[in-house]
C-alpha cells in the first residue's frame, strides 16, 4: 500500500530491479495492530513527504478476524485527509542504487550497522562487532544465541541433502546434475499440488511424477531413488523458506515448520540412499538427524558456544543457552522445539500409541498474536500461555 508517490530506484541486480524503502514504523504498526484506521492515517500524513510504502507479510491481513476490515478503514481514513493510497507501481526509469551488505528488510533498531537494519535480528549476534545479543520475551531477558545455533544446524541439514542428491545423481556430468535436480523438483512440485494444476488446465501427464523422472533421469537412476531424492530437495527447500529466527523465542509454530520439514528431507534422503544401495551413506544422514535436530541442546558443546562473546557477558553461558532452549508447552512435551519437531517427524506410525506421548505438534507463544479469545484453548497456541 503507497500513499502518494514515495522515490523509486533500481538495483543494480539482474538488469535493474525496481525496488521502493518501505516505512518501518508504519507497517510495523500495520502488522501488530498498534493504532486504530484514523491514529494511523493521521500518522502516515505527517510522515509521507513525498510518499511512504506500507508493506507486511500477506499473513498480517489475517492476523485476527478485524485486520482486513481495520485494512479497509486505514485506506479509507487516508483517502478522505486526502492522500492518494494506491499499489506500488514502479516507473520506467529510476535512480539506480547498489545493495547495502548484510542488510535486511527488519532488524532491532538498537543494532543498526552502519545506519542501516542489518541481519542481526536473524542470526542472533551483532553485525557491527559479532557479539551475541538478548532481547525480552515473557517479561524476562532471553539469550539469543539459540538462532546462532539453528542457523548451523539448518546449513549442515541443506548441505548434506544437497550433497546426496549430487552423489546420488552420479551417472551424469557434474555440470548436469544441478539441472537435473532442478527439473525433478518442479516436477515433483506439480505432483505435490497436482490438484491446483489440474484445476487450470495442466495435462495429466505433466503431473504424473513417475513418467516425469523416468523422462528425466532417462533410466540412469532408479525411479523409486530419485523420487525419494526429489521429495527430499523439495521438502529441504520448504524449510529454509520458514525462517523462525524472526522472532526472539524459539519455541514458536515457525520453528516446528521449519525443523519439521528439515527431518523429513534428512528422513527420506536416507532412504533414497538405501533404495540406492548405500547404506553408509544412509546411516551419516539418520545420525545427522539426531546430533543436529533431536541433540539440538548438546550444540553449545559441539560449537563452542562458550567461546562466543555476548553484549551482555550472560548471554553466552550455559545457563542462559539452555534457558533460551526452555519448552513453552512443559505440558504436552519437556523437549525443546527443535528435538520436539524432529521426534514428531521421526516418529514411527508403527509405533505403539504410548509411545507417542511426547511427540506432539504443541508450540509456545508467539508475542502480538494473541487476539481474541477461544472457546477450545486446547485447539491453539494460546495454550501455551
Not at 525480552?136 to 545455533?149: C, D, M, N, R, Y
Not at 491446483?196 to 532408479?222: C, M, T, W
Request: proline residues 4%; charged residues 25%.
Amino acid at each position: 500500500m503507497c500513499t502518494c508517490s514515495p522515490p523509486w530506484i533500481r538495483l543494480g541486480i539482474d538488469g535493474g530491479v525496481p525496488a521502493i524503502a518501505r516505512d518501518p514504523a508504519l507497517s510495523g504498526d500495520f502488522a501488530f495492530g498498534i493504532s486504530g484506521p484514523g491514529e494511523f492515517a493521521i500518522t502516515a500524513k505527517a510522515r509521507a513527504h513525498d510518499g511512504a510504502l506500507v508493506a507486511s507479510d500477506l499473513e498480517s491481513l489475517l492476523a485476527n478476524p478485524t485486520q482486513a476490515e481495520r485494512f479497509e478503514g486505514i485506506v479509507a481514513s487516508a483517502r478522505s485527509l486526502g492522500l492518494a493510497v494506491s499499489q506500488p507501481t514502479p516507473p520506467e526509469d529510476a535512480t539506480r542504487a547498489s545493495v547495502v551488505e548484510f542488510s535486511s528488510w527488519s532488524d532491532y533498531d538498537e543494532h543498526l550497522h552502519e545506519g542501516h537494519t542489518s541481519d542481526t535480528r536473524w542470526t542472533g549476534l551483532r553485525r557491527s562487532d559479532g557479539l551475541v545479543v538478548s532481547r525480552t520475551h515473557g517479561g524476562e531477558p532471553v539469550s539469543q544465541l539459540w538462532k546462532h545455533a539453528l542457523t548451523l544446524a539448518t546449513e549442515q541439514v541443506e548441505t548434506a541433502v544437497r550433497r546426496t542428491a549430487r552423489d546420488l545423481l552420479h551417472p551424469f556430468e557434474l555440470d548436469r546434475r544441478r539441472e537435473i535436480v532442478r527439473q525433478l523438483g518442479v516436477a515433483y512440485g506439480r505432483h505435490l499440488w497436482r490438484e491446483h494444476y489440474r484445476a487450470n488446465g495442466s495435462p495429466a501427464s505433466s503431473l504424473d511424477f513417475g513418467r516425469q523422472a523416468e523422462a528425466i533421469v532417462g533410466g540412469k537412476v532408479d525411479v523409486e531413488v530419485v523420487a525419494y531424492l526429489s521429495r527430499a530437495y523439495v521438502t529441504m527447500l520448504m524449510g529454509l523458506r520458514s525462517d523462525p529466527r524472526f522472532w526472539d523465542n524459539l519455541d514458536t509454530r515457525v520453528t516446528f515448520q521449519n525443523v519439521a520439514n528439515l527431518a523429513a528431507s534428512l528422513l527420506d534422503a536416507a532412504e533414497a540412499c538405501r533404495r540406492a544401495h548405500r547404506q553408509e551413506d544412509a546411516g551419516k544422514l539418520v545420525r545427522l538427524l539426531e546430533a543436529t535436530l533431536l541433540e539440538f541442546d548438546q550444540a553449545y558443546g559441539r560449537h563452542r558456544f562458550s567461546n562466543l562473546n555476548g553484549v551482555e557477558g550472560w548471554v553466552t553461558t550455559e545457563a542462559a543457552w539452555l534457558r533460551s532452549l526452555q519448552s513453552e508447552v512443559p505440558r504436552q512435551s519437556s523437549d525443546n522445539a527443535v528435538a520436539r519437531a524432529a521426534r514428531f517427524q521421526a516418529a514411527s506410525p508403527d509405533a505403539p500409541k504410548d509411545a507417542h506421548s511426547n511427540f506432539v505438534a504443541d508450540t509456545g507463544h508467539i508475542a502480538g498474536e494473541a487476539h481474541g479469545e477461544w472457546d477450545n484453548r486446547d485447539w491453539c497456541e494460546h495454550r501455551g500461555r
